[in-house]
């Protein structure tokens, strides 16, 4: 799976758009990108997918580049509840495991 | 079930004894995954399962750590002799048979202490 590279922690404020960036450079023609949500004490869960341009969900949206090199997550007017840590994740669509990086860590303040 | 059970959800244990972690998958769910979280840490991947056979072994620590599962249900890790590094989020998923990427459902995991 190709390899990512994410900030390590974020801060924002409650009702302020959050955005997300991650670098893929090595993104292969038939890898997807996809952003798990992890909250404290809890396993992982999807939130989105995409492979180019733009994908929008009840949750966020996924900006991907012509390049594909790089996307970026964006949560719209977070809530203290998105608090959680971010992974992006890089490969095939029907790959049998996931590979999972040290994630970004997104802290909301009321 | 609705979702995939772990437990038990806390394990205090002592270094050099044996520990067993269960994982429930949800119900029709043919995939089956391990993996560990060290604190502050992303996933590390242990081992996948796909019915009761196990394709991908290649993220087993050691020999000390060994898996099994019965037919499409549950799995069990098995951590012998413990070490203070194995304390971790023991986190176990399931998938069915399509949605790959976007279909894990992750249990909340088994927060083993070796002391």
């Known amino acids: 799976l190709a390899k990512t590279t994410q900030p390590i922690s974020m801060d924002s404020y409650e009702g302020q758009e959050v955005n997300i960036t991650c670098s893929h450079n090595?993104?292969?023609?038939?890898?997807?990108i996809t952003w798990y949500q992890q909250f404290p004490s809890q396993g992982p869960r999807f939130i989105i997918q995409g492979y180019k341009t733009k994908v929008t969900n009840e949750v966020a949206s996924l900006f991907i580049p012509a390049d594909r090199k790089s996307s970026t997550l964006s949560l719209p007017r977070v809530s203290l509840s998105d608090t959680a840590v971010y992974y992006c994740?890089?490969?095939?669509?029907?790959?049998?495991?996931?590979?999972f990086g040290t994630g970004t860590r997104l802290q909301v303040f009321p | 079930g609705a979702g995939v059970s772990q437990s038990p959800s806390n394990k205090v244990t002592e270094k050099g004894k044996d520990v067993e972690l269960r994982c429930d998958p949800i119900s029709g769910h043919t995939a089956l995954y391990w993996y560990r979280q060290r604190l502050g840490q992303g996933l590390e991947f242990l081992i996948y399962?796909?019915?009761?056979?196990?394709?991908?072994k290649s993220g087993l620590p050691s020999d000390r750590f060994s898996a099994e599962r019965t037919g499409e249900s549950v799995s069990t890790l098995t951590i012998q002799r413990t070490q203070q590094e194995d304390s971790a989020v023991y986190l176990c998923?399931?998938?069915?048979?399509?949605?790959?990427?976007?279909?894990?459902?992750f249990g909340s995991g088994t927060r083993l202490t070796v002391v």
């Open positions: 998923a399931s998938r069915g048979v399509g949605n790959r990427v976007r279909g894990y459902t």
């Open positions: 090595n993104i292969a023609t038939n890898d997807y």
């Open positions: 399962f796909q019915g009761n056979s196990a394709p991908d």
């Open positions: 994740l890089v490969g095939e669509d029907n790959t049998d495991k996931l590979i």
